[in-house]
């Protein structure tokens, strides 16, 4: 009869490790799977905005945007200042700084951000004056976040995201158009 007791304890202990064994695995696979955020501009619009196609063409203004920082992670994600930039064919015609903060575990954090552009600082031959010319002129945004990912507060691995946006500055309706974020 003793044999039977020892085989039964010893087949509740073995599904106690399988089923910690599947616990443990599943947890490592979620919530210990750190990532770096998803850096994007939700919205754009244009403010304060001037253009010329006279003598020289160029244009200037401000691009109010909505910037967000989604956080998939089971932790905080801290992040020091950084930049944002805003760039006509490779070349920087404006920044504006995005302020340290704290993208909570699993939530966005959105941040409005004004950023002044201004055609004048280009320097070279470009396209602008073909640009303005027809109406539209394509923008780019970059940005990179680095910070570091808090888990339990135990677990601090350093991360980063980066924003590539793509946008149309509409002349003719002073809007941002086909903003386009990966």
Do not use: W
Request: aromatic share 6%.
């Amino acid at each position: 009869m003793k044999g039977g007791g020892n085989k039964k304890c010893l087949a509740y202990v073995a599904i106690f490790i399988v089923f910690q064994i599947i616990v443990i695995t599943i947890f490592a696979l979620t919530v210990m799977k750190i990532k770096g955020p998803k850096v994007r501009f939700q919205t754009a619009t244009v403010s304060n905005f001037n253009s010329d196609s006279s003598t020289a063409a160029s244009f200037s203004g401000d691009l109010v945007t909505k910037f967000a920082v989604k956080n998939t992670n089971f932790g905080h994600f801290k992040y020091p200042n950084s930049t944002v930039s805003i760039l006509y064919e490779g070349q920087v015609i404006g920044t504006a700084a995005v302020p340290s903060q704290k993208a909570k575990a699993r939530s966005t954090r959105r941040t409005d951000i004004t950023i002044s552009i201004d055609s004048s600082k280009l320097s070279g031959t470009t396209n602008l004056t073909t640009a303005i010319g027809a109406g539209v002129v394509p923008l780019t945004s970059e940005s990179t976040l680095k910070g570091k990912v808090e888990v339990m507060k135990i677990i601090k691995k350093n991360k980063s995201g980066k924003m590539s946006c793509t946008m149309l500055l509409n002349l003719k309706t002073r809007t941002v158009d086909d903003l386009k974020c990966k």
